[in-house]
């Protein structure tokens, strides 16, 4: 589990796939769920970035590996000579007063997967300038460092 000042945040799987479009893909499955009964939390897709390497500077620069938002809606994966939809996939996000009458959220968000044997998938909880501690009010970040052995092959094929 993965706490922020905001958020408690629990990756059950990370998979690799292939899109049918033949692109490599990582998805990760999680919930999320406010810290507390009094935070006031919101978590959408965009805040989650992944990053072949991540430091400071490659966020400040934008150099995110990409993710697959514009099409997370409509990405079908390869399951041997079958294409599936990915479900529950994390687009619009979700408050914590959707929380209070729903309870924890359980969702898909897909990233383009690197080439690289090691990547990391991080949420930005704040826009900050650097240099300067995020307000009392603002969400911390999290870095999540991942090898690719950790990845669990998402398909029948």
Do not use: C
Not at 24 to 41: D, K
Not at 85 to 110: C, D, K, M, W
Not at 111 to 116: E, H, N, R, V, W
Request: aromatic share 12%; proline share 3%; no cysteine.
């Amino acid at each position: 589990m993965i706490e922020t000042r905001q958020m408690k945040l629990t990756i059950h799987h990370l998979y690799q796939a292939t899109t049918t479009e033949d692109e490599a893909v990582v998805i990760m499955n999680a919930t999320a769920q406010p810290r507390t009964n009094q935070t006031n939390f919101m978590i959408a897709g965009h805040y989650f970035k992944l990053y072949e390497k991540w430091t400071l500077k490659a966020e400040a620069d934008s150099r995110d590996f990409g993710d697959l938002s514009y099409k997370q809606n409509n990405l079908q994966i390869q399951d041997g000579t079958e294409s599936r939809a990915v479900i529950n996939v994390l687009t619009e996000g979700f408050s914590s007063s959707r929380y209070q009458s729903h309870g924890p959220e359980t969702f898909n968000y897909i990233f383009k997967k690197p080439a690289t044997d090691a990547f990391d998938i991080t949420y930005q909880g704040f826009y900050y300038n650097l240099g300067q501690q995020p307000d009392e009010d603002e969400d911390t970040s999290a870095v999540i460092h991942v090898q690719s052995e950790q990845l669990e092959e998402l398909t029948n094929g």
